[in-house]
């Protein structure tokens, strides 16, 4: 039995550790956190620091793995240190930090023949205010590095905005430096891929809906996306072209592009799935490929199979009430009971302050629905946005 470490137990990966644990491989769950809530699931649980690359390593020749997998962008380093150590499948470090810095990464798409808006790097809002006249207003200011969720992420729209942006960026920057570019109008798409020996299989592709925040949060994934044959394939071949060039020659990818009227453009890509219930339930739940079991093959050197894959409609809905003090949730478990429904979950308890999206992280709750159209789909998500009714505490 092959053994898998899996650096992350959060409760969006329980269905990983199911779904590996259910192919017969040995998932041993790697989280600081000593009371993760996917740990009861693994076959063995080791409560480390996995940043701590040494002890990470160390603890991985212990244990006597076969293959490495990070499930989040905290484990994309440390785990492609514990490849070139132990001469594992996964990506380089070099990859790695192409991946998880943002500088990095909009470097190595500069010979993308479009897909790359203008951009800077800095470090100080004196910098900042020297060099804005390279993009112009309005633009977007985050964090080259800030373990994902969208944290730090803003719209300057002008002069005014700077301090405010570069502060809400610094706050979650964890590599002294932040990236100015261009902002992108048009359509958001989200594309989850697994590179194989060098060729990217395009698993899912979504459209999003971000209401009109200047944190860019975004409220709606809706597969398949919404555009036409031509600008999927104008997406495939950017999306393919940019995964290669960071390096990614076997492993998941999760891209963020907009198609903007000259064509598609990268936003980002990070060296694994997509988060919380991407990688482990919609990329299977709309392509019919379950994506920790093909990773897992794949790291293990085993032969994966991507030639079925589908476009089932699939909606991943996240709540986004009014600003208040949550009291309570109804209908909860109406809505939990009805077909279609793949799951429904609240992440904020009473007392907690719901309707600030400052980040991807402080979405108060989601949905995860199928139906035989898209359009069926979109329906029965607005459907259980309206029943389940987040109730607030009376202000005096």
Same mark, same amino acid.
């Given at each position: 039995?092959?053994?898998?470490?899996?650096?992350?137990? *959060?409760?969006?990966?329980?269905?990983?550790?199911?779904?590996?644990?259910?192919?017969?491989?040995?998932?041993?769950?790697?989280?600081?956190?000593?009371n993760?809530?996917?740990?009861?699931?693994?076959?063995?649980?080791?409560?480390?620091?996995?940043?701590?690359?040494?002890?990470?390593?160390? !603890? $991985?020749?212990?244990?006597e793995?076969?293959? =490495?997998?990070?499930?989040?962008?905290?484990?994309?380093?440390?785990?492609a240190y514990? /490849?070139?150590?132990?001469?594992?499948?996964?990506?380089?470090?070099?990859?790695?930090?192409?991946?998880t810095?943002?500088?990095?990464m909009?470097t /190595?798409?500069?010979?993308?023949?479009?897909g790359?808006?203008?951009?800077?790097?800095?470090? #100080?809002?004196?910098?900042?205010?020297q060099?804005?006249?390279?993009?112009g207003?309005? $633009?977007?200011?985050?964090?080259?590095?800030?373990?994902g969720?969208g944290?730090?992420i803003?719209v300057?729209? *002008?002069?005014?905005?700077?301090?405010?942006?570069?502060?809400f960026?610094?706050?979650?920057?964890?590599?002294?430096?932040?990236? /100015?570019e261009?902002?992108?109008?048009?359509?958001?798409?989200?594309?989850?891929?697994?590179?194989?020996?060098? @060729?990217?299989?395009?698993?899912?592709?979504?459209?999003?809906?971000?209401p009109?925040?200047r !944190?860019?949060?975004? !409220?709606?994934?809706?597969?398949?996306?919404?555009?036409?044959? @031509?600008?999927?394939e104008?997406?495939?071949?950017?999306i393919?072209?940019?995964?290669?060039?960071?390096?990614?020659?076997?492993?998941?990818?999760h891209?963020?592009?907009?198609? #903007?009227?000259?064509?598609?453009?990268?936003?980002e890509?990070?060296?694994?799935?997509?988060?919380s219930?991407?990688?482990p339930? =919609?990329?299977?739940?709309?392509?019919?490929?379950s994506?920790?079991?093909?990773?897992?093959?794949?790291?293990?050197?085993d032969k994966?199979?991507?030639?079925q894959?589908?476009?089932?409609?699939?909606?991943?809905?996240?709540?986004?009430?009014?600003?208040? =003090?949550?009291? *309570?949730? @109804?209908?909860?478990?109406?809505?939990?009971?009805?077909?279609?429904?793949?799951?429904?979950?609240?992440?904020?308890?009473?007392?907690?302050?719901i309707?600030?999206l400052?980040? *991807?992280?402080e979405?108060?709750?989601? #949905?995860v629905?199928?139906?035989?159209?898209r359009?069926?789909?979109?329906?029965?998500?607005?459907?259980?946005?309206? #029943?389940l009714?987040?109730?607030?505490?009376? !202000?005096?």
């Amino acid at each position: 039995m092959m053994k898998i470490a899996i650096l992350g137990a *959060s409760i969006y990966n329980i269905a990983v550790y199911e779904s590996l644990k259910s192919n017969e491989y040995y998932t041993i769950a790697i989280d600081g956190d000593k009371n993760a809530p996917a740990a009861r699931i693994a076959d063995k649980f080791i409560p480390i620091d996995f940043s701590n690359k040494e002890l990470l390593l160390e !603890t $991985c020749k212990r244990e006597e793995i076969d293959a =490495i997998m990070p499930i989040n962008e905290w484990g994309v380093l440390p785990s492609a240190y514990v /490849c070139d150590k132990m001469g594992l499948v996964g990506n380089s470090l070099k990859t790695a930090n192409n991946a998880t810095d943002k500088g990095l990464m909009r470097t /190595c798409w500069m010979d993308l023949k479009r897909g790359n808006p203008t951009f800077f790097v800095f470090e #100080t809002i004196k910098e900042l205010e020297q060099k804005i006249e390279l993009v112009g207003y309005p $633009c977007i200011i985050k964090p080259t590095f800030s373990g994902g969720g969208g944290r730090g992420i803003s719209v300057v729209k *002008s002069p005014e905005d700077l301090k405010w942006a570069y502060d809400f960026a610094k706050a979650d920057d964890q590599n002294n430096s932040l990236l /100015c570019e261009a902002l992108m109008d048009g359509l958001e798409l989200t594309i989850e891929t697994l590179s194989v020996d060098g @060729e990217v299989h395009v698993l899912a592709i979504s459209d999003k809906y971000k209401p009109n925040l200047r !944190t860019r949060v975004s !409220t709606s994934l809706n597969y398949p996306a919404d555009i036409s044959v @031509e600008q999927e394939e104008e997406v495939v071949n950017l999306i393919k072209e940019a995964v290669l060039a960071l390096g990614i020659m076997n492993g998941m990818a999760h891209s963020e592009v907009i198609l #903007t009227a000259n064509g598609p453009k990268m936003v980002e890509t990070g060296a694994r799935g997509g988060g919380s219930h991407i990688f482990p339930l =919609i990329i299977e739940a709309t392509s019919g490929i379950s994506a920790p079991v093909s990773f897992a093959k794949l790291l293990v050197g085993d032969k994966v199979d991507l030639k079925q894959v589908e476009k089932k409609p699939v909606i991943y809905r996240f709540f986004n009430p009014p600003y208040g =003090i949550l009291k *309570s949730i @109804e209908n909860f478990d109406e809505v939990k009971s009805w077909e279609g429904v793949l799951t429904v979950g609240v992440t904020k308890n009473p007392g907690d302050i719901i309707g600030d999206l400052k980040n *991807s992280l402080e979405r108060p709750g989601f #949905t995860v629905v199928t139906a035989k159209t898209r359009k069926e789909a979109v329906q029965l998500a607005d459907k259980v946005e309206e #029943t389940l009714k987040f109730v607030l505490e009376e !202000t005096k």
